[in-house]
């Protein structure tokens, strides 16, 4: 860890009013000097999306006391680290965290996450990153038992560093703080989410439709953070954004083109 | 290939009137049978978006002639992606391409374009995908010089299957048919969009930016996509899904958590 105090952008995908990310900004400002650039809206799935068709507002804002500095950004949560970097921090900060996201990012929702993208961009910036999410969708979900864990990955990350290239995943059961087992690394679970359309009439005749579905665990794996969670464990996933399949190259290789 | 015609389904990020995606549909209606499910509007930059926070409208479309059926969708390109395996198709497509995008999609840019979003939905779907990008951001680009590289590509994948947990990203030099040298299965170069946001004042005194940016390759390797594209070759990047960084995670393992 830096001898002085590590400078820390925190941000999320539910909004800067959200539970979630209030109680990230009370841990963070535990261990250094935070900046809070985050979504004045709701930005839920929306992945890695940039905003490229509309322009972009970002203020300062007082959200509750503290010593963070925070703005609010009508972008998503990507938007929202690049805003940072390039437009508000005079320097590269020492750690991103994103979250603490209420509901699961694990297995494939990672690559559908607001809060993921915004740690992946992190990592792209070349800043060590980390994306926490807790296994409760409720507004009033009790972030306080898992904060002492947050605390440590985050301090680990600024002592050992995260390779280049690396961002973590990191996802808590819903439990008591004494009921968690432990932190555990793992692999992505293969896993899929089940799509159905809640198709609906509008009060003026014309159909429309909710996205729903329901997740799907192919993978039998106890490596994996779908085990882990189930098994009362955090999961911790080191997530890259090199896609490459470098594996299928060779198969590939081998067709008439 | 299947003796029977193919089911191939068509979808874009720029919306579903764009030159791109029509020009696929013409190449596509000469191999199988089409669907196109495609935004009504344009999704540059949506990543792997979904929409949870809003409703979806989906509706038949006639766009110009040819043996197609089209459905235009609000939503973003992997909504149309869910959409059309979910409530539209009764069985699974053949064959998912999407495109051909309006400029490049390589290197890290996989991960912001809607374009690649789409075609990785497709893969997690397990329907064989492709997303094709043509490097000229121009409306009026001439798709036509590559239509025999897509053809015979989407050909391979019919032929040969695309293995479980990959799809294909496809980037084609903006140069006449006869001075494409051929195609190179590549790795994602390891690049970065330097970001700047261009700032403003609006009509009523308020500030505002438009994000913009200018794309930096780190990646010295002749064995990239960038490198490919440069040298007046097609590149065909296989990009997967699960996102698990398996070489760091021994060393996290050693981390004190």
Redesign the interface.
Known sequence: MPKKRPLILVTNDDGITAPGVRMLIEIMNTIGDVIVVAPDS?Q??????????N????NPITIDEGPQIEYSCS??P??CV??A???ILNKKPDLCVSGINHGANSS?S???SGTM?AA?EGG??GIPSIGFSLLDYNYHADFRQCADFVK??AL?ALK?G??E??V?NVNIPKLKKEEIK??K????A?G?WK???D??TSPYG??????SGEFVNKDKGEDTDIWALENGYIS???????????H??Q???????
Chains 1, 2 share one sequence.
């Open positions: 709701p839920s799935g929306m992945g890695h999306a940039i905003t490229v068709n322009v972009l507002h970002c972008g998503t990507v938007d690049k805003m970097v390039s437009e494939i990672v690559i559908y993208s992946v792209i910036e440590s990955i680990e050992n995260i390779q290239g690396v973590l432990g932190i690394i793992c692999r992505q293969n899929v799509e159905s359309f198709k609906r014309r159909e429309y439709y909710w996205l911790v996933v080191p997530v890259q954004f090199d896609l490459t399949a470098h299928a190259i198969k590939i290789n081998s067709w008439d083109l």
